[in-house]
């Protein structure tokens, strides 16, 4: 707590209370700074490099900070950072507000949210990414999602979501059959590549009406940002986790999307499009599955269990892709009252 009062004196804000936000499953921590005129952001990663996770990739606020800054440059709207101490781990940075996607999504805002979220998304697949980011002279190496981090991510929904639901560990078989599905199913995947900010959903938007188009769509907590495939964000937005999207309305996004993308920048096109997001919306909502039951197993958090019919639901959904068929038939028998219906 010492080094986080001396960050504060250093930055001369007069700061007249300080109120605690509600995070995710990070260990991060999130303070709003009221100071005379504004508020400001308060993060604090201190604790989250103590305790390293198999689906984190990254700990280090240096990443937030070198992602941040390559956002801004191709105009996606992140916060402004304004103070930050990399050793000890806090920055403090803009705030965007209470609008937070998750908390105020309705039907009758759902299309004048999400049309900047897709245009946003739109906007990253324009731009050639480097591989190595150059912030401010430092370089910085984006980690790729490639099949060894799709398979390990897989294998969470294996070890977690398996034992918890039948209180034993899965047998070997079963196991190499579910990761021989997989192995066919990524190599299914076109090699396209992008930047994929990979937890782009409600809970990390922030709706500003007062920027334009697709900057009134801020972004938040994109540190485990990798080169990977740039159908995995579509997903993460309309197969969201933590609150439903209607089928309905996952139709629209999609139609969105597909109106607006640049396909020539692509090796798959509009009939194609769909197996590349259902074999994706597969391998990400089974890994959030095996989170959740890993949280419930190993850290007694059991607030996420209330989000697993939503998750189940969209794998069903996928699992109506012909492309599929392998893994539909893998869980309809080894997971009989989720899947076969």
């Known amino acids: 707590a010492n080094s986080l009062e001396y960050f504060l004196d250093q930055t001369n804000l007069k700061i007249n209370r300080r109120e605690d936000i509600q995070g995710d499953a990070s260990k991060r921590k999130y303070h709003r700074l009221y100071t005379e005129n504004t508020t400001l952001i308060l993060m604090d990663s201190s604790q989250e490099k103590k305790i390293a996770s198999p689906t984190k990739l990254s700990t280090s606020i240096n990443d937030y900070i070198h992602i941040c800054k390559y956002l801004e440059k191709i105009n996606i709207r992140v916060p402004k950072l304004f103070y930050t101490d990399t050793e000890n781990e806090y ?21 004048e949210l999400y049309q900047p979220a897709i245009s946003s998304l739109l906007h990253i697949t324009e731009i050639k990414h480097p591989d190595d980011l150059e912030v401010d002279g430092m370089i910085y190496k984006i980690p790729e999602y490639d099949n060894m981090t799709y398979l390990k991510e897989i294998e969470i929904f294996i070890k977690f979501y398996w034992p918890y639901k039948k209180g034993h560990i899965c047998s070997l078989s079963a196991q190499n059959e579910f990761m021989d599905i997989f192995n066919e199913l990524l190599g299914k995947l076109s090699s396209d590549k992008s930047l994929v900010l990979r937890d782009f959903h409600s809970p990390n938007l922030m ?56 396909y020539n920048n692509y090796n798959f096109d509009k009939s194609t499009i769909m197996d590349q997001y259902c074999i994706l919306g597969a ?33 069903r959904r996928n699992m109506k892709n012909s492309n599929l068929s392998n893994l539909s038939n893998w869980l309809k028998l080894n997971f009989k009252e989720e899947f076969y219906v």
């Open 283 to 315: 391998q990400r909502s089974l890994k959030i599955l095996g989170i959740f039951a890993r949280l419930s197993i190993i850290d007694n958090r059991n607030d996420y269990i209330v989000h697993m019919p939503r998750i189940i639901n969209y794998i």
């Open 207 to 262: 709706f500003l009406d007062t920027e334009k188009g697709h900057r009134k769509c801020g972004v938040i907590d994109f540190q485990d940002a990798l080169i990977g495939h740039p159908i995995y964000d579509l997903v993460s937005l309309s197969q969201d986790a933590r609150v439903t999207i209607t089928e309905e309305q996952e139709n629209f996004l999609l139609e969105q999307y597909k109106v607006e993308v640049n």
């Open 91 to 111: 920055l403090i940075e803009e705030d965007f507000g209470d609008l937070q996607y998750s908390q105020i999504i309705s039907e009758r805002n759902f299309k």
